[in-house]
């Protein structure tokens, strides 16, 4: 398991272009399905390290905002209308709230952890806000959680890689730790906020 590993990683390495070419093609398909992309960024950090892993990882996912974005822009408002008209006439009044028009709303709203970032353009699409606040806005909210996918990702694959059972418990324990505080704490901002 561990040389064929090896033999994967050094094969990517040979042809990093193509291989983060083909990274941010698959994040790019899995946000237009909808499919959540953070685990990838830990396939990343083994592949490229936590640096280049993480920076590939962000521009896997400011590329699946723009694509998700661009798709609906085209096509969402026309799907919307294809809904009952009770639905239709809901959904299109909430989607003219001035709330969601500049960054910060791009912002609060992707610091929930159940809104798949990378799709998240699907919903922004058919607000009023430009493509530029959205996509400020959905860069900075991605970048902390980022960070930390990347740091733990680098430590649990080393503690796997040298077999050390206890760096491997305590930095998957470090962060799920994590992980579960900067959720609370997004929960708290966002309930003393309202």
């Not at 969601?100 to 998240?120: E, R």
Request: hydrophobic share 55%; net charge positive.
């Amino acid at each position: 398991m561990e040389s064929v590993l090896l033999t994967l990683i050094s094969s990517v390495n040979n042809y990093q272009v193509i291989g983060f070419a083909v990274y941010i093609l698959i994040n790019v398909i899995l946000a237009i399905f909808v499919v959540p992309c953070s685990p990838l960024i830990f396939v990343a950090v083994i592949l490229w390290g936590p640096l280049i892993g993480g920076l590939i990882s962000l521009l896997g996912t400011a590329s699946s905002f723009v694509v998700t974005f661009s798709l609906s822009r085209k096509y969402g408002e026309k799907i919307v209308s294809l809904l009952p008209e009770r639905f239709s006439n809901f959904i299109s009044h909430f989607l003219k709230n001035r709330f969601l028009s500049d960054w910060k709303s791009s912002f609060l709203i992707l610091l929930n952890p159940l809104i798949p970032a990378a799709s998240s353009g699907y919903f922004f699409g058919v607000t009023n806000i430009n493509f530029s606040s959205y996509f400020i806005g959905s860069v900075m909210a991605i970048i902390p959680i980022t960070i930390v996918y990347a740091y733990f990702g680098n430590e649990i694959f080393l503690s796997i890689v040298n077999n050390d059972l206890l760096s491997f418990a305590f930095s998957l324990a470090a962060f799920i730790l994590v992980v579960f505080m900067y959720r609370k704490s997004i929960k708290f901002v966002k309930s003393s906020d309202d």
